[in-house]
């Protein structure tokens, strides 16, 4: 069970050369008074998670239409710090193409996941906006934007049941990049 101060898209998917393009957050960081709590065989974590966050680009489309995602620069800034930053060229550049996971039907995704951690707290920073200058191909033909993603600071709640020896044998045989991810927001 977790208590998640996080950021949540006000703004719905933006649309670039026909495929939706999202920001995504997910928190690293545990808050203060994290604890467990375990006998035996049953285990229970309670936790409050907050900033840095793993991040990511996820862009969703039709197989066989678009083709990949490059990111070529990010700016942050944050209302209540009044933070401006820009991310290193240098990391970002790299293609994303779009697949379907193996044994699901449905949209293609491309996910660009920018390395390293996004330094930021939702209590404390506020409302952020992400300026993201990408490139989205389709069929050959090239669309590049620039984007805006405005994320508000929320409040949630992640309640997680999970049976480790299911998950393990569920998860024999496949390649990490298969695996059901969860706790994105």
């Given at each position: ?28 960081g ?9 006998a ?15 991040w ?10 678009q ?69 989205v191909?389709?069929?050959?033909k ?36 298969d ?7």
């Amino acid at each position: 069970m977790a208590k998640k101060h996080t950021y949540a898209a006000s703004s719905s998917a933006v649309r670039v050369n026909g495929a939706q393009v999202r920001m995504q957050v997910k928190p690293e960081g545990t808050d203060g008074g994290s604890y467990a709590m375990s006998a035996m065989v049953v285990s229970a974590v309670v936790a409050t998670m907050d900033g840095p966050f793993r991040w990511r680009i996820e862009a969703t489309g039709e197989l066989g239409k678009q083709e990949s995602l490059v990111i070529h620069r990010i700016r942050t800034r944050t209302t209540k710090t009044k933070r401006d930053e820009w991310y290193p060229k240098s990391h970002l550049g790299k293609r994303a193409d779009f697949k379907v996971a193996k044994g699901e039907a449905g949209p293609a995704r491309a996910t660009y996941e920018i390395p390293g951690l996004l330094v930021v707290k939702p209590r404390e920073d506020g409302v952020m906006e992400i300026f993201v200058d990408l490139t989205v191909t389709t069929l050959g033909k090239r669309e590049r934007k620039l984007v805006l993603f405005r994320m508000d600071p929320s409040q949630t709640r992640q309640d997680e049941f999970i049976f480790l020896p299911t998950e393990i044998v569920k998860g024999l045989g496949k390649s990490p990049a298969d695996w059901n991810e969860t706790g994105w927001d």
